[in-house]
């Protein structure tokens, strides 16, 4: 897993930050709770993973 200072994650290392499948990370995406951007797949910033876990 890349440095938890990275600007964007993969939804895999999301997924392994949350403990959840990827499954659940792409529905997070789709209600909103984590906005992703499309660069060679969908990346999610850092910065919301951490606002999302409280961090």
Avoid: H, P
């Amino acid at each position: 897993m890349r440095s938890l200072n990275a600007e964007l994650l993969t939804v895999v290392e999301v997924a392994q930050i949350f403990r959840v499948s990827k499954a659940m990370v792409y529905r997070m995406i789709r209600r909103g709770q984590l906005r992703a951007y499309l660069a060679a797949g969908r990346k999610v910033k850092a910065e919301d993973v951490w606002k999302e876990l409280g961090i």
